[in-house]
């Protein structure tokens, strides 16, 4: 017991020496240093000029707009879809399918379970009914692919921008470099290059993620194409076939 108050005395001792001697050491070293250098973002934005506020405001547009795109698609099931494939192996076997489908969060859902209601009910032509699936069928794509052009958009252009903004600034360098006497500096043609090149590599930055999540976007769509057009080409054999006999 004697042993661990010693000890804990002098814990004690030592920490108060060591925040004494922080206390008084430190901010003075602190106060010393010579100015911290700006940070990446600062440096970018200063020597970018407008093009790189331009990129910047291009990402700050396609950000929100991959958000939501991301979050219905979530919310659809898109990537989900085996709770209709199982609806369609139902209706392929002969049994009711329309009113599971019409439970199902999937986009295509609604349009399917319609296809196989009025192709049971005889109410509607083939050919109308075709028409009628096909109209709806492209609105529902076209619902799908709202606004995925402008990540595209955003993907094709931010490294032109990029690019424009690096030949501006290495115009200004060479100008520089070609009013000054006495040669060429080599550190300050350096200097001005790879402040140019900053707007190249910031264009690139944006435009990677944004042509990563377009591609992705745009391929969950064509999933959907394929599985609509798949279950109604199967949906009004199945309807025609039934007509004839």
Same mark, same amino acid.
Request: with cysteine; proline share 4%; net charge negative.
């Given at each position: ?106 986009? $295509?859902?609604?349009?399917? &379970? @319609?296809?196989?209601?009025? +192709?049971?009910?005889?109410? =509607?032509? %083939? #050919?109308? /009914? ?65 402040? $140019?090149?900053?707007?190249? &590599? @910031?264009?690139?930055?944006? +435009?990677?993620?944004?042509? =990563?999540? %377009? #591609?992705? /976007? ?28």
């Amino acid at each position: 017991m004697l042993l661990s108050r010693n000890f804990l005395k002098s814990a004690g001792f030592s920490a108060v020496i060591l925040c004494a001697f922080l206390w008084a050491f430190v901010p003075a070293a602190f106060a010393q240093e010579a100015p911290a250098e700006p940070g990446f973002w600062t440096l970018l934005f200063d020597k970018g000029g407008v093009v790189t506020w331009v990129i910047a405001l291009l990402s700050a547009i396609g950000l929100p707009i991959a958000g939501v795109k991301l979050y219905q698609f979530y919310c659809m099931d898109i990537w989900r879809p085996k709770h209709l494939t199982e609806a369609l192996s139902t209706y392929r076997n002969g049994e009711v399918a329309a009113p599971t489908l019409s439970t199902l969060t999937h986009p $295509a859902a609604a349009l399917l &379970a @319609f296809a196989i209601t009025q +192709a049971q009910s005889g109410a =509607m032509t %083939s #050919a109308l /009914l075709r028409e009628e699936l096909s109209r709806r069928a492209q609105y529902l794509l076209r619902h799908l692919s709202r606004n995925i052009w402008v990540l595209e958009l955003i993907a094709a252009s931010a490294p032109l921008f990029g690019l424009l903004g690096t030949v501006l600034g290495m115009i200004v360098a060479f100008q520089g470099v070609g009013q000054g006497g006495g040669g060429a500096d080599t550190a300050i043609l350096a200097s001005g290059i790879w402040e $140019a090149l900053l707007t190249t &590599a @910031f264009g690139l930055a944006v +435009a990677l993620p944004f042509s =990563m999540l %377009s #591609a992705i /976007l745009n391929n969950a769509v064509d999933d959907v194409r394929d599985l609509v057009e798949d279950a109604l080409s199967d949906i009004l054999v199945r309807s025609e076939s039934a007509n004839q006999q």
